[in-house]
T-cell receptor, first 113, second 113 residues
Framework: GENVEQHPSTLSVQEGDSAVIKCTYS??????FPWYKQELGKGPQLIID?????GEKKDQRIAVTLNKTAKHFSLHITETQPEDSAVYFC????????????FGSGTQLTVLP | NAGVTQTPKFQVLKTGQSMTLQCAQD?????MYWYRQDPGMGLRLIYY???????DKGEVPNGYNVSRLNKREFSLRLESAAPSQTSVYFC????????????FGEGSRLTVL
């Protein structure tokens, strides 16, 4: 089955700096890669996703890049703000099905004021 | 519009006791899921239900049972709780299971002594 590794497990940045979280996956058939943000005491929430037919996707301060050859994808957050502090999970699946999603272990991002 | 509602939010059990976690949704989505979240292990799928009347095992089903009571409700039962089942449990929903986006409840924290 699919295996998703996520790094780093914790990340601290100064407010205004950029943050990058990286994930690798094992199954070359995976073609859907979402990122979820989990605030303290809440359930995860989808913030951005990418499918394997594109290499990059942006949404305001958030971007995701995908390298299919190397089987890794990354989340980039620019101009970080205190409200970006949360746990971020990457995931991968074949066919985009939620049933097939395999999650990474999570990254605790702390934005220091 | 609450989305996905889980009850209870907190529960402490003794080894061998039984309990049921309840999940209800008001988004009229077909697919419902139960995940467990453990430190350093991301989210792991316990059971899912593609539609009313159907259920199927996920990655870590041992020690759990589920019931899809109707389209709105999906319950998770621990028949004989074990300390290894101490975790945070999340219910999630998706539309037909094929869009990829999961909508999560706020979680139920279970401690088994």
């Amino acid at each position: 089955g699919e295996n998703v590794e996520q790094h780093p497990s914790t990340l601290s940045v100064q407010e205004g700096d950029s943050a990058v979280i990286k994930c690798t996956y094992s199954d070359s058939a995976s073609n859907y890669f979402p990122w979820y943000k989990q605030e303290l005491g809440k359930g995860p929430q989808l913030i951005i996703d990418i499918r394997s037919n594109v290499g990059e996707k942006k949404d305001q301060r958030i971007a995701v890049t995908l390298n299919k050859t190397a089987k890794h994808f990354s989340l980039h957050i620019t101009e970080t703000q205190p409200e970006d502090s949360a746990v971020y999970f990457c995931a991968a699946s074949f066919s985009g099905s939620a049933r097939q999603l395999t999650f990474g272990s999570g990254t605790q991002l702390t934005v220091l004021p | 519009n609450a989305g996905v509602t889980q009850t209870p939010k907190f529960q402490v059990l003794k080894t061998g006791q039984s309990m049921t976690l309840q999940c209800a949704q008001d988004m009229n989505h077909n697919s419902m899921y139960w995940y467990r979240q453990d430190p350093g292990m991301g989210l792991r799928l316990i059971y899912y239900s593609a539609s009313e009347g159907t259920t199927d095992k996920g990655e870590v089903p041992n020690g759990y049972n589920v019931s899809r009571l109707n389209k709105r409700e999906f319950s998770l039962r621990l028949e004989s709780a074990a300390p290894s089942q101490t975790s945070v449990y999340f219910c999630a929903i998706s539309d037909r299971g094929n869009t990829g986006e999961l909508f999560f409840g706020e979680g139920s924290r279970l401690t088994v002594l």
